[in-house]
Structure formats: structure tokens, C-alpha cells
């Protein structure tokens, strides 16, 4: 029989801290001792979450249930029990922080209407944003590119720069860390992560959320931190906790030991493929065994990073003596890190049979190949050998199997640049984007001299990179650089036309730049499948360039090699990447760099004194450190097309607002299978056709000027009218093509309340049934909302109109801020789908069963009326998972809750 839990300050116990002294912590071996659960067979993970509830609980928000929940976590139970994480600080990129910075502003200026005080609106928890996602590869190919980049960088977002330094002096507990020290997860892994934390005497573990879904980086360094919502970060800045429901902890245990020539992105693709396959969706995935422990520190958080791309929660390695090291190497101290987590149990690399978990998957790293993954997801890994023969394969196939339907022997087409340069040709299968980006793999030491060392001997054998190929090196810190300056790696990058362009988040995230203009016409007049290759994790479709259809993820050297061969279409194990001094063919053995030599470099040149490139984090450029940013605790709104205040505060009402029937809906789109969060939401480039264009040449803006979506993040006329416009979306309302292909573009079919039906954009069609009084539904497959942690992708959604999303199943993250902006996600009950439903959107429709109060995944109905009058009702399953969840819902969002919490004390 369980013992009750104690009271609290019975688990505060006093420990011994290295200098002598003393600190208090709240005990997990004294909870177990007191006969509350096996804590020590539980996951490290869940021990971490049950530390944070056991220092939070209040009987409020953090309760016994949730406390006892964790403490006697079962690995079999049924997951319907939300559990709590206060995280111990926030950590933001630019691309949501502005918004949420806005946000703020604009709850102050809601507070003073309703005579309350602003100073109620200010973080409770310490955040850090770190402005990494607004840089665009304008430059490359030149010494100059990273300060002609940056140079632009602040032009196109000076407005936005005012804003958040004047936040930085806004609000207390805020810390804004300016352009060019590096991208966030990086800059967290190197520096901001601590490990422990200390507050009145009383120590706790380093935990963080960030509206960023690389953040699961950390996990790598046994620091627990994921992807939340921009939403959900916002309510953790004005102290809500996360709540999500009790995950089940899948154990992976690592065997063996690397072959000789694989690198640490080798590993990472074949670990995603693996669980994929498995199924770890929604999980902690924890990582254990002589496997793990004999992994660097680097390829851990490499590894942890790719949790969103095997569908988890998180990817988790524990804290042992390979991290202290890092911290060291770092320049982080390790002395109470270890005195804290020896207390509590914490530390070292469980072995098999220490913890109990719900299921054990086993992966020997002795059997892990060199490998790319593409040409569409990260999770489609091809192994190196077969990678020419398996893209031929794709280019012949149908669309309709996933191919692209062409011939791959099709004859080139010669491009003359506009610039005056030397003539070159272009068919399918051409690299045209070489990126070693800063997303995955920059993090990773040995990868990033394997590319400079593969660099310097492709020189050595005369090789070079046709100069039509646009080459990047985008590090993730200013560590990198430094590293590889020391190590005499930088120069024949760069001779190759890896050029430094950033310290940001460039080819990854779609901010490649402009390809040579005449290339960008060719692409498109002729449809050819342009190739790029990057070091990043996501590679979908449109993310990277407009119009480069196939992207596919490799490590740096890899990256280097391709460019080199300018063609995805080789195999490497019996072609020449290229021809050298002499007219002698070079392969790519005779350039590989030896697993020795890397791991010297790497020894020699990786430590505390290019980790102190990082430590000088407000140092801030001499651009950023000009701007004025004005003062005061309320913001001064200008007139602007980047930054406006938000909608969603303004006449706030204290009472909860009623909720509206969903009857006589309309479709605004249906979408098919694993619809990403860069087709929902506005990604990369405006386009003058667009909403978004025509609003911005509406208001006078220069083409030139219009700037990327996530530039304008903080204008929601601009973000609302980019929702689901991204010119690859597939509306499946919208006839086929000759081809029988689906049509392409954000546009839709508008049903009048009387009349014919009208094609507009997605946008117009959502305003016209906002006028109508009309609901509008979205219906879409499997895995709805895929992708990059996309705040904009619900809140664009709600904007729109949009009543409820209607899908086969959703991405845990983009689920969840539906919720939190007062969107309502539907299911299909199990055998059930739109396609068997034989749903075209010419239909109405009504939701049942949402007039009772609402109840955690209840069920509902879909009633289908169609033209002809006849009726189709069938099941769904609210994903309201939890009774929090209910409770966002209820209130119209998150932030509405938070705000009436605060405003109504």
C-alpha cells in the first residue's frame, strides 16, 4: 500500500555543497524512504519532473495528485493524468519572441483600460531571447557576406530590434541576447544551461521550455526542455505551468560501438528512422546503456535534437561524468551540479535493468551506415550507396507515388547569368543550395572539422565548386569559428565558397536567399527537381527555397562533397566526386579525412578558450547597439507594417465568453497526409501575388522591401492573410490537374450563403464567412501540423475564423496551441476519414454533442449534409486530452485564463 505523500517542508532536507557550506533541496531519496513510490527505478526523467512539482506544489496549480501521480509513475498505466512543469526559465528565438513581447505590451495597455496596474504584466520566471531567426542569406561566396548579411539584417528589422530592446528595459525579468551570437538551442547548450539552479537556499534542476522545437537540444546534457507553444510559453512567462499528460518513457538502450568513417549525423538519421518505425509518438524517450555513455557529449545533443523528427516528447540522456567535462570545456562549473545530483539520486548512466520503463528498443551502433536523408523528410533515410539509384527511382515515379513524374535523363537547359558570368547548365538532380547550417550539426565539434578537413584536402587535390552553387557556413555560436580558425579550417572553407554568412537560423528555416534570378526562372518555367543539401534537421518541401523541390539532410562533410560533385545523382563509392590536378578523377575516400586526424584536431583545438567567444552574450554589434529603443513601462505603438498591436486584448472581457454553435460550417480547406506547419503558417518569402503582397503594396511598401514572414511576425494583417498560402499547400477542395496531380497554392472554394461558389484566396474566403456569420472547419489526414513548433500556425488559424480542425490524427505540439488559442481539434473516430467519408467541401456541417459541459477526449458528431439534402453523421473525439485543456477552451485560450487569474486575483 502507497504511504501518503509527506507534507512539503518535510521533503526540504539540508545538504553538504562543495565549498563547505550548506543548501537545502527537496528530497527524492527522503519521498521514497518515506515509502511513496520506488523513486530510484523511475526514469530520471520523470525524477525531475516530480522534483519540480514537489518544490511548486501549492494545492492549486501543482496539487497532492499531481505530486503522487509522478511519485508512483507506472510504465503501463493508461496515460489520462496531466502532470506539471514549472520550468525554471524560459528561453525565446525572435521569430515567436517578438510576438510574445508584443503580447505583453499590449496586456498592459489592456490592463490600464480596465484600470488595473501594467506592472501586474512582467514575467515570473527569468526568460532569455535570443534574436537568431531574422537573418537571410543575401551574401555568400565572400569574405564579406557575414557583415554585408548582418548589415542588411538590420535594416530590414530595425523597427523590431527597437521593440525588443525597449522590452529588454521593459520588464524586470527579461534578457535579450542581440543578432549575431548565435542560434538559441546552441547558445543554450554552450552557455545558458546551468544544470542546477539555486533561489533563498534552496537547489533545484536547470528545466526549460521554448517556442522553438530544437530546444529538446538540452535534453542532451541531462538538462529537461522541450518545444511548447509560442502560447504556451507566453503563460509560462506569466507563470502558468506546463501541463501535459503523464508520458510514457520509452528506455533506448545503445550498444556497440561507431565503425570507423561514420559521423555523429550518420547516427542521428539512423536513430530517427529506427524510432519512427517503432513508433515512440508523444513519448520521453530516454537513452541508456555503454552505447550512450561511450557517445560524446556533442553527438548526445545532436541526437536529442532529432527528438521532434522521431515524433517524441524528448529525447533524454542523463547527466554524468562526459557532461561535467563538457561543462568544463565549456567554462560552466561543475562542483555543485554533481554535490546536487549525487543527492538526489541523479546521476550517471543507468545500465540495463536500473530503471523500470514502459518499453526497452535496443539499437546497436555497430551497424550504423553513412547515410543522407530526403528528398522531403528527415525520416527518410537512404544509405549512401543507394542514394543516386534511389532518386532516380523518385524522379521517374508518379506523384501520386510520391515521386515527381519526370524523366531523369531529361535534356539540361543552359542558364547565362544575369551578373555577366560564365554560361553553366541545369537539369534535374543539380546541387544548386549547399548549406552547412546551423541547426543540428554546428553544435558538433568532430563533424564540423571533418568538413574542414575534407575542405582543405579536395583543394589539396584541385578541386573547386562550380560557382552557380550557393555555399553557406551558418554556425550555431561564434564557438564554432573560433575553433576552426585555430585549427587552420575556416580559409579552405572558405575557398570552396563556405563563407561565414551567419551566427542565425538561415537554410534550415527557409532563409537560404535568392538564388541567381535567371536559375529561379529556369526552376520554375521548366519544372526541373533542383537539389539542395544541407547539415539541418528539416528538410520539407518548400522549406528551403522556393524552388528547390528536393532537400536532403547530410552531415557537414557531406555537404562539402556534394557541392563539390554538384549532383545528388552519384554514387560515391564507384564515381569521382570531381576531377582534379592533371585531369586525375578524386573520390571521395582519397578526401575523407581520418576518424584520427578529426578527433586530434578536436582535442587540440575544442575547449574553454573558444567557448569564451560565447560568454560575451550582450555583446551586440555596432548597428544593434546604436538603435534607441525609447523607456518606460508602457509601449508607444508607431505606425508600422511590422509591428502592431494585437487584437486579441483589445476590449477584454473579465467574464467568459460563451461559446457559438457549430452548425451550418463551411470547409475552408481540406488537406491531405502530414500537412507541416510551414504549409499552415507564413514561412520564408511574400510573394507580390499573395494576400499578404497586395496588403503590403496596399500600404505603400516596396517590393524590395517586403521581407520575410517571420520578419513581419509581429504585424498579424500580414501573418493572418500568409496562413495557409504557402504556394506549395495542396486544398484538395480545389480540382486536380491534366495530370491528375493536386493543384498548388492558397486558394479555395467560397459557398455564398446564396449563389454560385466562388475560387478565392484562403484569406478572402475566411473573411467572407467571418461576414456571413458563417463557421468554418479545416479537415486534413494523418499527422496534421507536422513540423517546426509554429505558433502562428493556430493563431493565423484563429484569426482566420477558423471554429474546429477536423483530422485523422495531430501533431502533439500544434494540437496543443490549437487548444491554446481557442481552437477546437477534432478526431475521427477510429475507421473513419474525410476520403472514406467522400468529403469534397461542397458540403455543410454541424458538430454535436459540444452543448454539455465538456469533458476530456468525450466524443462528439459530424453531421456531412450534402448538395443533394442527404445526411452523413459519424464520431469524433475532442482532443481536449485534459481537464486544463477543457478549461483553455472554455475561456477562449490560454492567455484569456492567465489573464483572468491575474486581473481577478
Not at 397 to 426: D, M, T
Request: charged content about 20%.
Amino acid at each position: 500500500m502507497q504511504e501518503a505523500i509527506p507534507e512539503k517542508l518535510d521533503l526540504l532536507k539540508v545538504f553538504e555543497l562543495p565549498n563547505g557550506g550548506n543548501g537545502t533541496l527537496y528530497s527524492l531519496r527522503e519521498l521514497e524512504r518515506r515509502g511513496v513510490g520506488q523513486i530510484s527505478r523511475l526514469p530520471v526523467s520523470i525524477r525531475i519532473l516530480l522534483e519540480s512539482a514537489l518544490r511548486n506544489w501549492d494545492g492549486k496549480k501543482v496539487t497532492t495528485a499531481h505530486v503522487q501521480e509522478l511519485a508512483c509513475w507506472q510504465p503501463h498505466a493508461n496515460r489520462l493524468t496531466e502532470v506539471p512543469l514549472v520550468p525554471t526559465r524560459i528561453l525565446l528565438q525572435d521569430l515567436n519572441g517578438v510576438r510574445l513581447v508584443a503580447d505583453l505590451a499590449a496586456m498592459r495597455d489592456a490592463a490600464v483600460e480596465l484600470g488595473r496596474d501594467p506592472a501586474l504584466i512582467e514575467p515570473r520566471v527569468h526568460v532569455d531571447m535570443v534574436v537568431d531567426h531574422s537573418v537571410q542569406v543575401d551574401h555568400a561566396r565572400s569574405p564579406f557576406a557575414l557583415a554585408n548579411n548582418m548589415q542588411i539584417e538590420m535594416q530590414r528589422n530595425e523597427e523590431r530590434y527597437r521593440f525588443l530592446k525597449w522590452g529588454a528595459q521593459a520588464f524586470a525579468n527579461m534578457n535579450v541576447l542581440p543578432p549575431g551570437v548565435g542560434i538559441c538551442h546552441q547558445v543554450n547548450l554552450e552557455r545558458l544551461s546551468t544544470g542546477v539552479h539555486e533561489a533563498a537556499g534552496v537547489y533545484f534542476p536547470d528545466t526549460v521550455v521554448c517556442p522553438d522545437s530544437h530546444t529538446t537540444m538540452v535534453n542532451g546534457i541531462g538538462v529537461l526542455g522541450w518545444g511548447v507553444g509560442g502560447i504556451e510559453a507566453e503563460a509560462g512567462m506569466l507563470g502558468q505551468p506546463v501541463y501535459f499528460l503523464s508520458p510514457n518513457v520509452t528506455g533506448v538502450e545503445l550498444l556497440g560501438s561507431v565503425s570507423i568513417g561514420v559521423t555523429s549525423t550518420d547516427i542521428v538519421l539512423s536513430i530517427t528512422e529506427r524510432l519512427r518505425q517503432e513508433g515512440v509518438v508523444g513519448d520521453f524517450v530516454e537513452y541508456f546503456g555503454p552505447g550512450a555513455e561511450s557517445l560524446s557529449v556533442p553527438t548526445r545533443a545532436t541526437i536529442a535534437n532529432m527528438a521532434p523528427e522521431y515524433v517524441a516528447f524528448i529525447g533524454f540522456f542523463p547527466t554524468d561524468e562526459a557532461v561535467l567535462r563538457y561543462f568544463v570545456e565549456t567554462g560552466r562549473p561543475t562542483d555543485v551540479l554533481k554535490a546536487y545530483l549525487v543527492e538526489q539520486g541523479l546521476f550517471g548512466m543507468p545500465k540495463r535493468g536500473d530503471i523500470h520503463y514502459s518499453r526497452v528498443i535496443t539499437i546497436d551502433l555497430s551497424a550504423v551506415e553513412p547515410c543522407i536523408a530526403g528528398p522531403r523528410r528527415p525520416q527518410d533515410r537512404i544509405p549512401l550507396g543507394a542514394v543516386k539509384e534511389t532518386f532516380r527511382a523518385m524522379l521517374a515515379s508518379a506523384a501520386s507515388e510520391g515521386g515527381y513524374g519526370v524523366h531523369p535523363n531529361r535534356s539540361r537547359r543552359q542558364v547565362i547569368p544575369e551578373n555577366g558570368g560564365k554560361p553553366f547548365s541545369i537539369g534535374h538532380s543539380d546541387i544548386l543550395i549547399a548549406a552547412i547550417t546551423s541547426c543540428t550539426n554546428t553544435s558538433n565539434p568532430s563533424v564540423m572539422m571533418a568538413a574542414g578537413l575534407l575542405a582543405r584536402n579536395a583543394i589539396e587535390h584541385g578541386l573547386e565548386v562550380a560557382p552557380h552553387i550557393k555555399t553557406s557556413l551558418a554556425p550555431g555560436s561564434r564557438a564554432v569559428s573560433d575553433y576552426l580558425s585555430r585549427a587552420g579550417l575556416l580559409s579552405p572553407l572558405s575557398k570552396l565558397g563556405f563563407d561565414v554568412v551567419a551566427y542565425g537560423c538561415t537554410t534550415c528555416i527557409g532563409f537560404s536567399g535568392p538564388l541567381e534570378s535567371a536559375i529561379e526562372r529556369v526552376l520554375d518555367e521548366e519544372q526541373y527537381i533542383g537539389c539542395a543539401v544541407l547539415s539541418g534537421n528539416r528538410n520539407f518541401e518548400a522549406r528551403v527555397h522556393g524552388s528547390i523541390k528536393a532537400n536532403f539532410l547530410a552531415s557537414p562533410p557531406l555537404v562539402v562533397a556534394y557541392a563539390l560533385a554538384g549532383t545528388i545523382d552519384i554514387d560515391f563509392s564507384t564515381q569521382p566526386v570531381g576531377v582534379g590536378k592533371y585531369g586525375k578523377a578524386v573520390f571521395l575516400h582519397d578526401i575523407w579525412p581520418s576518424d584520427a586526424e578529426v578527433e586530434a584536431l578536436v582535442r587540440t583545438h575544442v575547449g574553454v578558450e573558444s567557448f569564451h567567444a560565447t560568454a560575451r552574450l550582450n555583446e551586440g554589434s555596432e548597428g544593434w547597439n546604436a538603435l534607441e529603443s525609447g523607456s518606460g513601462h508602457l509601449y508607444n505603438w508607431p505606425a508600422s507594417t511590422y509591428l502592431l498591436s494585437p487584437p486579441f486584448y483589445k476590449n477584454f472581457e473579465l467574464d467568459i465568453p460563451s461559446k457559438r454553435c457549430i452548425t451550418n460550417a463551411r470547409a475552408l480547406g481540406i488537406f491531405g497526409h502530414s500537412l507541416t506547419t510551414d504549409h499552415i503558417s507564413p514561412a520564408s518569402e511574400i510573394r507580390v501575388d499573395t494576400p499578404a503582397g497586395v496588403y503590403l503594396r496596399d500600404q505603400k511598401v516596396k517590393v524590395s522591401d517586403f521581407n520575410s514572414y517571420g520578419s513581419r511576425r509581429g504585424n498579424h494583417e500580414v501573418m493572418m492573410r500568409g496562413t495557409f498560402a504557402n504556394h506549395r499547400i495542396k486544398n484538395l477542395m480545389l480540382p486536380s490537374l491534366e495530370n491528375g496531380a493536386p493543384q498548388e497554392g492558397g486558394r479555395t472554394f467560397y459557398y455564398p450563403p446564396s449563389g454560385q461558389k466562388e475560387t478565392l484566396s484562403v484569406y478572402e474566403a475566411a473573411m467572407a464567412y467571418q461576414r456571413d456569420g458563417t463557421p468554418i472547419l479545416v479537415f486534413g489526414g494523418k499527422e496534421y501540423g507536422t513540423g517546426s513548433a509554429r505558433d502562428w500556425a493556430a493563431k493565423g488559424t484563429r484569426l482566420l475564423g477558423v471554429d474546429a480542425v477536423v483530422v485523422e490524427s495531430f501533431e502533439r505540439i500544434h494540437r496543443s496551441n490549437l487548444v491554446l488559442v481557442g481552437v477546437l481539434p477534432l478526431e475521427f473516430a477510429p475507421g473513419y476519414t474525410r476520403e472514406g467519408l467522400g468529403i469534397d467541401g461542397s458540403e455543410t456541417f454541424e458538430i454535436k454533442g459540444l452543448d454539455t459541459p465538456l469533458t476530456p477526449l468525450q466524443t462528439a458528431q459530424l453531421v456531412v449534409t450534402r448538395q443533394d439534402g442527404t445526411h452523413t453523421e459519424v464520431p469524433l473525439v475532442v482532443r481536449l486530452d485534459t481537464p486544463i485543456e477543457v478549461e483553455y477552451y472554455r475561456h477562449g485560450g490560454i492567455v484569456p485564463l492567465v489573464l483572468r487569474e491575474i486581473f481577478n486575483p
